[in-house]
């Protein structure tokens, strides 16, 4: 299992493959002051070294083609290969962003039907595809209220606060935060929603707006959401839902009808392009119509008009699609050109192969999942908030504390069963929180054995603490220090 750095199997004069050296050829082609003789600091290493170094360090991984992913708030749902298959047309993956458009009229009209899909699918009036994470998105969006705020005349200093409830991922905050705003935090009643007495509380003519995330991330729909809309717009604030996690409400219901007017999409969550390892992502963000013109640059626009251009070569070709001339309210770009176009491809193909029943039977199947599992795990592992959930729910594994087993021990222990780790910790809320997320696409098969690998470590608890307390016994790698990996990141492998 253990696995040497490339680095360090490297030997002097090893070669995996070897050029001819021909001196002419190089003078052809590199001018003279860029030719160079320094060896550069690479492993040397025979091919078949090399092929198998690799293989052997992609058997050690684990992805969602290799397992349950039960990931609570991240949506690791499988990826239909033939997104691949798409994203490698040559159509697609040869076209430049400087190319002119008139060359391109396929991929804006992709972009443009993808557009007009997010918005069917949320209520939205508008979408821009550029943010790039579920993050930018949020970014984005507060970016749009303050700009709203300001062309309404409510300057800078009257609308200030952003309320966010404390069940809220921690990317709202830093959104808010990193846009200007302060952060008034809300609580959460017995039942797992808003408490609408503290959100009265804090409400007031200095609230920007409030942004919430439904199903919350507790995986319980918010009840209220009619009644926190009328209050948040009676009081001149917008109301801004995190729809990173739409897997649940795909066709059943839409946030523009549930009174929000900006949402942000995570297309490497809900629509199954590949995330993890941090990125490339896609995080579009739609508004109702009088955040329009504050939406980010660039948005894809349709002719009304046939427009046959005449200028050679492109004489004859019929130009539809193109970039909008700028909007002047808009907060600019978040991203170059147009986001990224794989990533949204992807989410287009996705959408396109389902159809409107198939994105239906998502959140249906999402729902009869989650609750499926969370009642086969209810008695062994306490669901604080248990009422039906959605797309996820939240347990607790606050009564293994006596035995000095935490949360993220359990976690560790079932990688040694063969599962990827549930969210552990958050939302903040729940004491030993363990989030599992059951999308759509496990089978009852995957959604059984997980529930008895967590039975089995409550069983193993009781009898043998320790062998969770120091999991994981099967992988490559134990414990890490977290801390220091997120602290102090460098992954450079320094010559010794
Ligand atoms: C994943 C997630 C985000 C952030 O999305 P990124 O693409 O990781 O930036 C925000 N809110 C919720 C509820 C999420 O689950």
Known sequence: MSEKLIFEKSVVGRRGVTFPKVAEVIDAYIPKKYQREIPLPLPEISENDLIRHYTRLSSQTYGVDTGFYPLGSCTMKYNPKIHEEVARYAGFANIHPLQPVQTVQGSLQLLYELQQYLCEISGMDQVSLTPSAGAQGELAGMLMVRAYHKAAGRLGRCRVNVIIPDSAHGTNPASATLAGFNIQTVKTNAEGGIDIDDLMKVVDDKTAAMMLTNPNTLGLFEKEIGKIGKIIHDAGALLYLDGANLNALLGLTRPGDLGFDIVHFNLHKTFSTPHGGG??????????????????????????????????????????????????????????????????????????????EGLLAISRNTIINANYLKGLLEKSFPVPYSRPCMHEFVVTAKKFMPQGVHAWDIAKRLMDYGFYPPTVNFPLIVEEALMIEVPESESKETIESFANAMRAIGDEIEKDPEKVTGAPHTRPISRVDEVFAARRLNVRFLMP
Not at 304 to 324: A, I, M
Not at 326 to 338: A, I, L, M, N, T
């Open 279 to 356: 990125g490339p992502g896609a995080g579009p963000v739609g508004v109702k119509s009088a955040l329009i013109p504050f939406l980010p640059y660039p948005l894809i626009e349709k002719n009304t008009k046939r427009k046959t251009l005449s200028n050679s070569p492109l004489s004859g070709r019929e130009q539809v699609y193109h970039f909008e001339k700028g909007r002047r309210k808009s907060v600019g770009r978040v991203h170059g050109f147009y986001g990224n176009f794989g990533i949204l491809l992807r989410a287009y193909t996705y959408i396109r192969r389902l159809g409107a």
